[in-house]
């Protein structure tokens, strides 16, 4: 079995490198992540351990170059066990972001899917200025601060699809899609 090489980017040793992207993508709009937060057993009895967990928005993000059955069974019994927001980031900084219901809509709280990359989206507060995750059919309140105010409290800056017409989020995506590692190399840190 060939070894995987590790990656390190921002002190933290990434198992692949697409993870390390999305670290670069995170780092550049100082989205906090936690790498490898810790492992858990599921309700079948599978062991999971997420990739990534963005305290701010109590978001936990699973990186996958490929999205195998298997996986996405497991991802699926991992939110419905944490009932916690779950993304799948995929490559070229594309995502799939779990629909939420947050105080406006409580009754549909264990109720989160998968929105789908066209209607996935990375919003920006306008009351706390952080950037989270959404799908477009849940409720639009902040999940890092829990400001709501109908949709009149964000900005869309990108769309699981990859569209944006928004500088920050462009840009991160550009950094990290043209992130080199090899040889020691080192991306800009935002
Ligand atoms: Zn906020």
């Known amino acids: ?32 992540y936690v790498y490898e937060p810790e ?13 990534f967990y963005l305290p701010d928005q109590d978001t936990f993000f699973e990186v996958k170059g490929v999205m195998r059955e298997v996986d996405m069974h497991k991802i699926q019994q991992f ?9 799948i980031g995929y490559d070229d900084m594309r995502f799939d972001a779990t629909d939420y219901w947050q105080k406006t ?10 929105a789908g990359q066209d209607s996935s989206v990375l919003a920006r507060c306008k009351v706390c200025g952080k950037p989270y ?36 989020f462009t840009n991160a995506s550009e950094k990290a899609t043209r992130a080199r590692f090899e040889h020691g190399e080192r991306p800009d840190e935002a």
């Open 133 to 168: 995750f959404m799908g477009i059919n849940g409720s639009f309140a902040c999940r890092c601060c829990g400001a709501y105010d109908g949709d009149g409290h964000f900005d869309i800056m990108g769309w699981g699809n990859g569209a944006s017409d928004d500088w920050d």
């Open 1 to 32: 079995m060939i070894k995987p090489i590790e990656t390190i980017y921002a002190g933290s040793r990434f198992r692949s490198r697409l993870e390390a992207r999305w670290a670069v993508f995170f780092n550049w709009l100082k989205i906090r």
């Open 79 to 87: 939110r419905e066990d944490s009932h916690k927001p779950v993304v």
């Open 39 to 51: 492992g858990y057993e599921l309700s079948d009895g599978t062991l999971y351990l997420p990739d």
């Open 105 to 114: 809509d409580d009754q549909h709280a264990a109720e989160y899917e998968f």
